[in-house]
């Protein structure tokens, strides 16, 4: 990576970082999430602070999903900001270059500052790496105390089987689905039906 290149991506994760330091406490990088592998395909991917907040709780910079699965995904998400005060967000993306996933979710989560805007800042953001075939789940310290390394793998294996058929939407739905049914009754809330 030539000199410039580099310095230009540290300028913006210390701006970054700089810039929500307050809101960006909510995120923690003690507990790592589990990640796996999926098929390849696309390209490189930014910085993770440029990457710009849609206001949406879907982002698919990969452009793997249709518009009426991130619509339906979106629908579902929100439900779960009302209804359990937890801001779930879900993003896909071709790479994280050189950056280790765990790093560049916590530096997105950050940016974005995920659960800021919630009472006890509960917050998840489940990153997906298509070229990298790797998926990386974020969470908040808050989230900590209701969602287990173990559950979360255990959510994974339930998605990994179909984005090994590149059927994202499948996998990260039922990633989703399987989080939301963990969680629900120990933070003592119930989804609206479908």
Known sequence: MNPLKRLTISALLVACLTGCLTSCKRISPSKPAEQSTIPAGGSASPAPCSIPFSGSFVNDTAGVLSDDSKNKLEQKL????SAGKIDFAVVTLNTTGEQPIADYSLALARCWSIGGQ???GSGMLMLLAV???KWHLQISRSME???SNEEIQDAGSQMTPFLRERNYLEGIDRF?????RTIAPRRKFSMPAN
């Open 118 to 120: 919630n009472p006890d």
């Open 78 to 81: 929100a439900a779960l900001k």
């Open 176 to 180: 989703v689905d399987a989080t939301i």
């Open 131 to 133: 070229d990298d075939r």
């Open 145 to 147: 105390k209701v969602l």
